[in-house]
């Protein structure tokens, strides 16, 4: 098969063999998937494939760790305390950003298989694994000195994000904007958030309380 120039649109051979691990999710059980399916998918030989990949685990965690770190959620600086304070504007920025785009959508889309009936155990833990990590790196913190608390939202917080892409494909016919942009849903993200930040919780609300007096 010749090879792509590099100044077509044709996408390079490793992000193909990703996408076409999405589309074959989407359309089988991951136990079911072959090399061969994703070499045909791809339109890619097999040579090119062991390049890149030791095997169809290897591709997977690829995929699914793409996924998620070029999410413009995970790539964002943390809001400063006094941008939280502007807590509708931020949880309204981050909401639109999540569902309006077709690109987001799609991202969503594709985890939201991995939570799904087509997955396995070793997808959902890879999944985790990979959320947890990029929450870590999100929110600076150092995998060596985690306190029990963070500890235990980091998990937690995780297990939640697995909840809501199980259940996605039922949202995303149900859900508005307006019900994802409720205040009480943007006052317990932040108070996730700032759990598991470097923010001191009390000092936060004293201000916003503060504020209002």
Same mark, same amino acid.
């Given at each position: 098969?010749?090879?792509? #120039?590099? @100044?077509?649109?044709?996408?390079? *051979?490793?992000? #193909?063999?990703?996408? *076409?691990?999405?589309?074959?999710?989407?359309?089988?059980?991951? #136990? #079911?998937?072959?090399?061969?399916?994703?070499?045909?998918?791809?339109?890619?030989n097999r040579n090119s494939f062991y390049y890149h990949f030791?095997?169809?685990?290897?591709?997977?965690? *690829? *995929?699914?760790?793409?996924?998620?770190?070029?999410?413009?959620?995970?790539?964002?600086?943390?809001?400063?305390?006094?941008?939280?304070?502007?807590?509708?504007?931020?949880?309204?920025?981050?909401?639109?950003?999540?569902?309006?785009?077709?690109?987001?959508?799609?991202?969503?889309?594709?985890?939201?298989?991995?939570?799904?009936?087509?997955?396995?155990?070793?997808?959902?833990?890879?999944?985790?694994?990979?959320?947890?990590?990029?929450?870590?790196?999100?929110?600076?913190? @150092?995998?060596?000195?985690?306190?029990?608390?963070?500890?235990?939202?980091?998990?937690?917080?995780?297990?939640?994000?697995?909840?809501? !892409?199980?259940?996605?494909?039922e949202l995303r016919q149900s859900a508005s904007i307006k @019900?994802?942009?409720?205040?009480?849903?943007?006052?317990?993200?932040?108070?996730?958030? !700032?759990?598991?930040?470097?923010?001191?919780?009390l000092d936060y609300w004293n201000r916003i309380f503060n504020?209002?007096?």
């Amino acid at each position: 098969m010749p090879r792509p #120039r590099r @100044d077509s649109n044709v996408p390079p *051979a490793k992000q #193909r063999m990703e996408d *076409a691990f999405w589309e074959l999710l989407a359309d089988r059980e991951y #136990r #079911r998937i072959t090399v061969t399916d994703v070499v045909r998918k791809a339109q890619v030989n097999r040579n090119s494939f062991y390049y890149h990949f030791s095997g169809l685990p290897e591709l997977a965690d *690829a *995929a699914i760790l793409a996924e998620i770190k070029t999410s413009p959620l995970m790539q964002e600086v943390p809001p400063s305390p006094e941008e939280q304070e502007h807590l509708k504007e931020q949880w309204r920025k981050h909401v639109t950003q999540l569902i309006s785009t077709p690109r987001e959508r799609e991202r969503l889309n594709r985890l939201a298989m991995l939570a799904g009936p087509h997955s396995s155990p070793e997808l959902v833990e890879s999944l985790r694994d990979f959320e947890r990590l990029s929450l870590m790196e999100m929110l600076e913190l @150092d995998p060596e000195r985690i306190d029990l608390k963070t500890d235990l939202m980091l998990d937690f917080t995780v297990g939640g994000l697995l909840t809501v !892409l199980r259940r996605w494909p039922e949202l995303r016919q149900s859900a508005s904007i307006k @019900d994802l942009l409720n205040e009480d849903v943007a006052v317990l993200a932040l108070g996730i958030y !700032l759990s598991m930040s470097k923010e001191n919780m009390l000092d936060y609300w004293n201000r916003i309380f503060n504020k209002r007096q």
